[in-house]
């Protein structure tokens, strides 16, 4: 398949199911592809409907081709005194973005919202994600090397 960056941009959830003895819920998304993992801020007492607006980043490495590549979004609820709680979760089909990207250099599936869902498939809200991919050139592919000098510039 390739090498590159993709970018997951978590805009915000509406509809989320949950509630907090004390409170409302604290939302933060963990995304992860293949072994990467990473996790959004904790949207601090957003309740149903949090805004994150942020921008989380996976190198690809893949030389399969017939591989399908896909992104697991897990919503938690933030918890200080107890085990945080799970509120759902989206999978994200993320082929497309990568072959066409690999092909043209830059490719980018626009925010669209995606059915947040628990473990028996049953709808708890929606989370709305953007993502992009960049392949790598030869040149970063190469670690930065042209002509066998390290290529730097400083003012």
Known sequence: MGRGLMEVHLVDAKGL??????????????VQYRSQEHKSSTARDAGRNPSWNEVLK???????A?????????????DNFSRDDFLGQATINVTDVISIGMEKGKSE???AKYSVVTADNS???AIKVGITFTAATKVEEDGGQV???MHSYRD
Not at 17 to 30: M, N
Not at 58 to 64: G, P
Not at 67 to 73: D, G, K, T, Y
């Open 58 to 64: 996976f190198q690809i490495s893949s030389t399969a």
């Open 109 to 111: 599936m626009s925010p």
């Open 66 to 78: 017939n591989v399908q590549h896909r992104l697991f979004l897990r919503i938690m609820d933030h």
């Open 147 to 149: 002509g066998g000098w």
């Open 123 to 125: 709808y708890h809200g």
């Open 17 to 30: 199911a949950g509630t907090d003895f004390l409170g409302k819920i604290d939302p933060y998304v963990i």
